[in-house]
């Protein structure tokens, strides 16, 4: 019998998809069909009752076990946060690029399932729904602006162009070649009119009407990036102090790479070896790449079940796609759903015109996109059946889940995965990218200055991330644009991987001989998502 607790955590995930469909099904989550989500303010509303309603009822309830106090303690947290995120109004001056919610209403589409006539209906329903979705958004960036609660005026620019070329490109056309000829060809063809036209207007909206009346500065300073930290951590930590890591972590991994960079050719610079893997390690057109991509998903795979990991039957492929145009900057994930019908997916951004494409940074990201890192942790979560509650199967928390990513490529190396040429060179290079993330994302919104005492600007932010995070040119920009439009976020890898590197030397040293790696990662996916403030003693509970 399902426990008082258990069955709140269940039903909360219920209510929560019927208020926010789109989200839901972009999460995998099982749930009736809606074309479209509230993003008005009456939707917001909604959403921060329900979480309220939730914490209250909950207070009530008293664990009857350790599964119940592990999801009490899980529910409790990520509420708790979200109420905060709520009580400063975010919602309402909602605007982030790249990752904000013109590219989530775009991914909505690409992720619903298209194999039958209705099925189809369904994509037609959620295109003719975007005019519905992007109104209520506009609506509620109006209430914002009127109380006062602006979003800086680079995201609103930034958002702007991003659905311009949404529109322009016809980021939906391809979707009537994959139909074909059917009774929804014509409803498939009014709803993609529909989506360019929306993306158009807001495009427009944007730029014109909000940009004008948004903020000047890009930071969010103390109070809200707090929230924002807890809220992407799941734990309150010392800022300044992570800042101050932050710089001697970077400046270690920079020796590493110096030393790497030898390696390639004796006496090379990190530039020159950088060059001369561009000029070796790369194939040429998408499919080739593509390929290239999903071998090695597989080859991982095939490597680890057994040894290290136990992976379940459902959770032995991976789908790689090419995001086509996308504006996203860097590769993500999306997880299974949750009855596993739809498999997790890799997601790697082609520009129109690229046709060669450098492999060798990239293997790291293989690992830190799909196995060991979230397609093993997300779908752990979503074959653990009963020992887990629906929320918990569900749910995320950046820290745990981006710290875990980053450990798999720190597990990688410690595998010795990384032989092929160039391919550590890339992953200590990623490595320079999250802990520069980290001085950048906390250096600005909090204004601390630089070791040299020079302040943050957009210029410089990006000065520190090619140079000290060696992050690919025509990848700064949008990096740095999404570190100023979402707080907390891009610290949430670093910090998570210092989380769970500090909770495995835990358990190594009180352990001792009788700690299991294997063991240990069977017990951390079990766990499913918690805050970074509890992980050490989650995993201690069950050991």
Sequence with gaps: MTSPIFSLCNEYVSRSAALDPVAAGAAGIAVEFAAASDYGPDGHAARAALISETLTRLSALTPEGEADVRAAAHLRERLEAERAWHELGEPLRAVQAPFGLVNDLRDSVDLLPNATDDEWRDVAARLAAMPEMLDGWRASLETGLSRGLRAARRQALESAAQARLLAEVGTHDSLLARYGDGPVREELSRGIAAAHGAYARISRY????????????????????????????????????AYEWGWSELERIEAELTVEADRIKAGASIDEATEILNDTQYVVGRDAYRDWLQERHDRAIEQLHGTHFDIAEPLRRVDVTLAVGSSSGAPYYTSPSEDLSRPGRTWWPVSEDRNRFETWPELTTVFHEGVPGHHLQFGATKVA???LSRFGRNSWVSGHGEGWALYAERLADELGWFTEPGTRLGMLAGSALRAARVVVDIGVHLDLPLPDGSRWTFARACEVLGE????????????????????????????GERAWLAARQEARTRLGAAFDLRRWHTAALELGPVGLSSLAEALRRID
């Design 468 to 495: 000290r995070g060696r992050c690919e040119p025509h990848r700064i920009h949008a990096e740095i644009v999404r570190y100023f439009g979402w707080p907390g976020q891009a610290i949430s890898y670093k910090l």
């Design 206 to 241: 944007l730029r014109e009407d909000y940009a004008p009346r948004a903020g000047e500065r890009d930071a969010v300073g103390a109070e809200r990036y707090a929230v924002a930290a807890r809220l992407n951590l799941g734990a309150d930590i010392d800022l300044v102090d």
């Design 385 to 387: 059946g009963e020992s």
